[in-house]
C-alpha cells in the first residue's frame, strides 16, 4: 500500500451471488467491514440463494478482461482475491492482466467444491485453477475438499493427514497454503498455514451455527484485506479467522433466507 492513501484499494474477481452471502457481494462486505475500498470485477451471474444454486451465466471471456482492464487503468489495486474461475480461458485471462499488473498480494481461493461435496467445475476447470491460478498466488486457501481435488488424492481426515499433504500442497507452486480443517470432525476448527517448508497450526473455536453460507469467501477477503492493510501472512490469517469466528457467532442477529444463512460481515458496526 502506498503511504499517501490510507485507505487501501482492494479487488474480488468472482461471480455474483443475488442472495449477499457469498460471492462478490460477501467480498465487498468483508472488504468495508475491515477498513478497505472493495472493487469488483464480475466473471459470472448466479441464479441462488440460501437453498442453493438454480443456474449460472458465465461472462463472456472478452469482457471480463475489459472490466479488469478499465478498472486497472484508473484505481491503483493493493491487494485481489480471486473466487470461483470455471474455464480456462478465463484463468489464463485474469492471469495475463494480473501478471502485467501484479498488485502486491494476490490470494486465490478455489471453490471447486460445494457445502454439499459436488464438484462445481469440470476436469479442464479443475486443472485452469492448479496450472494457471495457484502458481499466481500469494496464498491459496482451499478446504479439505478442494485441496484433494487439486492434488487428485483422498480428502485429509486427521491432523497428520493435513500435514502430509503440505509437501504436494507447496509444490503446486502458491506462495503460501492455508489448508482450512473445517471438515475435520474435532470440536476445534484447525488451519494449517504452509509457507514453504515450514508449517504453523492456527486453531479455531467450532461454532454450532448453520449460517455457513460464504465463509470461505468472506475468510479468504478478510486475509486480503489485511494483507492490504499491512499485516504479514500469518498476522492476516489470524486476524481474518477471528473475525469470521466473530461474524459466524453473531450470524443470528441477522434473518436472511431459510437455508444456510449468511454470516454477519458487519458485527462489529450494526
Known sequence: ??????????????????????????????????????????????????RGVRGVHPVPVEFIRLQLETLLDDV???AVKIGMVASREVAETIRD???????RWIVL???MVAKSGDILVDDAGIAAVREVLVPLADLITPNLPEAAVLLRSPSPSSRSEMLA?????????????????????????????????????LEGTRIATSNLHGTGCSL??????????????PQAVAAAKQWLEAALTESHRIDVGQGHGPVHHFHQWW
Open 165 to 201: 499433504m503440505a509437501p504436494d500442497l507447496s509444490a503446486l507452486g502458491a506462495g503460501a497454503v492455508l489448508l482450512k480443517g473445517g471438515h475435520l470432525r474435532d470440536e476445534t476448527c484447525p488451519d494449517l498455514l504452509i509457507e514453504g517448508e515450514r508449517s504453523s497450526w
Open 76 to 78: 491503483e489495486i493493493d
Open 109 to 111: 481461493d478455489p471453490v
Open 1 to 50: 500500500m502506498t503511504a499517501h492513501r490510507p485507505v487501501p484499494n482492494t479487488l474480488t474477481i468472482a461471480g455474483s451471488d443475488p442472495s449477499g452471502g457469498a460471492g462478490i457481494q460477501a467480498d465487498l462486505k468483508t472488504f468495508s467491514a475491515l477498513g478497505a475500498y472493495g472493487t469488483s470485477v464480475i466473471t459470472a451471474l448466479t441464479a441462488q440463494n440460501t
Open 97 to 103: 492482466v494480473l501478471e502485467t499488473r501484479r498488485p
Open 220 to 233: 479468504s477477503s478478510a486475509i486480503t484485506t489485511r494483507l492490504a492493510l499491512g499485516d504479514t501472512l
